[in-house]
């Protein structure tokens, strides 16, 4: 089955430098890479996602980028503020049936300012 | 919109008992509806999925009779936690599969069995 990694499981950056987390993933046939954002005692929040069809996506402060080849996407956030310190969850699934996803095991940020 | 809801918040309950812990969708229809656990400073772990009118499916090593899972209607999937006891104490929550095929998440669950 599918198996997401996640990488760095913690990151401290200051007010306004850029952010960058990484996942590798390693069934080829996933086409579908969510990432979420996790603040203490709430559920995750859809922050960006992107498909197997397109190799990058912004959405203002945040983007991501997709290597299929490499099997391996990144969720990039520029102008980091204090309220982007939470849990960062990647997740893979595929088109096909349920749609399962397989998450990453997360990336504690945190922005001092 | 894509706003999905838990409730309850919180519930703490005895050891032995039963909770159930509801999951609306309240903009959207989920056919699909899927449920989670996730212990402190953990990954979600994928209980089981819910699809409307129809039995959940179940991960492995999940006891179907402890977690009685049901899609009652497009829009409203339910957990029942049976017989619950402390290593049940856990944070729970549900996302619900839009049309587009994106999944939004509930505000969880935290479940603390005495």
């Known amino acids: 089955g599918e198996n997401v990694e996640q990488h760095p499981s913690t990151l401290s950056v200051q007010e306004g430098d850029s952010a960058v987390i990484k996942c590798t993933y390693s069934d080829s046939a996933s086409n579908y890479f969510p990432w979420y954002k996790q603040e203490l005692g709430k559920g995750p929040q859809l922050i960006i996602d992107?498909?197997?069809?397109?190799g990058e996506k912004k959405d203002q402060r945040i983007a991501v980028t997709l290597n299929k080849t490499a099997k391996h996407f990144s969720l990039h956030i520029t102008e980091t503020q204090p309220e982007d310190s939470a849990v960062y969850f990647c997740?893979?699934?595929?088109?096909?049936?349920?749609?399962?996803?397989?998450f990453g095991t997360g990336t504690r940020l945190l922005v001092s300012p | 919109g894509a706003v999905v809801s838990q409730h309850p918040s919180r519930v703490i309950c005895k050891s032995g008992t039963s909770v159930k812990i509801e999951c609306r969708s309240l903009d959207f229809q989920a056919t699909t509806m899927f449920w989670y656990r996730q212990f402190p400073k953990k990954s979600l772990m994928l209980m089981a999925t819910s699809n409307e009118g129809s039995k959940a499916t179940y991960e492995q090593g999940v006891e179907k009779d402890k977690f009685l899972i049901n899609h009652a209607s497009l829009t409203l999937s339910t957990l029942t936690v049976t017989s619950a006891h402390p290593e049940d104490s856990s944070f729970y929550i549900c996302?619900?599969?839009?049309?587009?095929?994106?999944?939004?998440f509930g505000p969880g669950t935290r479940l603390t069995v005495l």
């Open positions: 992107i498909r197997s069809n397109v």
């Open positions: 997740a893979a699934s595929k088109d096909t049936g349920f749609q399962k996803l397989v």
């Open positions: 996302s619900a599969r839009s049309i587009t095929d994106t999944q939004y």
